[in-house]
């Protein structure tokens, strides 16, 4: 199974970027993204199960990103609007694993990630 995540960048606070995963080798029910700071732990941002009919955000991004899912293409996207500073950090694709009671939990693989950077 490989993971290939695009469409980090660099951008202004207030902007917006479209985070893109392609899974290849094999499809799976759930699919997400997390994120990681510099200097800090890796962090949940959002993951979407199979039909799309179940989504969860953490807190500090509800409202401003948008997780979606092209099964035909095996492909996650997280649509990321009204960005601020704090947005900065590498993010990370991850498919597989459970979604239950508002937790991503016990993900099969996870991609290289990709750099988001806001500037302010």
């Known amino acids: 199974v490989q993971l290939q995540a695009s469409g980090g960048g660099l951008v202004q606070a207030g902007g917006s970027l479209r985070l893109s995963c392609a899974a290849s080798g094999r499809t799976f029910s759930n699919m997400g993204w997390f994120r990681q700071a510099p200097g800090k732990e890796r962090e949940f941002v959002a993951a979407?199960?199979?039909?799309?009919?179940?989504?969860y955000y953490t807190d500090s991004v509800k409202g401003r990103f948008t997780i979606s899912r092209d099964n035909a293409k095996n492909t996650v996207y997280l649509q990321m609007n009204s960005l601020k500073p704090e947005d900065t950090a590498v993010y990370y694709c991850?498919?597989?694993?459970?979604?239950?009671?508002?937790?991503?939990?016990?993900?099969?693989?996870w991609g290289k990630g990709t750099l988001v950077t806001v500037s302010s």
């Open positions: 979407i199960n199979w039909s799309g009919g179940s989504t």
């Open positions: 991850a498919v597989g694993g459970s979604m239950r009671s508002g937790y991503y939990y016990g993900m099969d693989y």
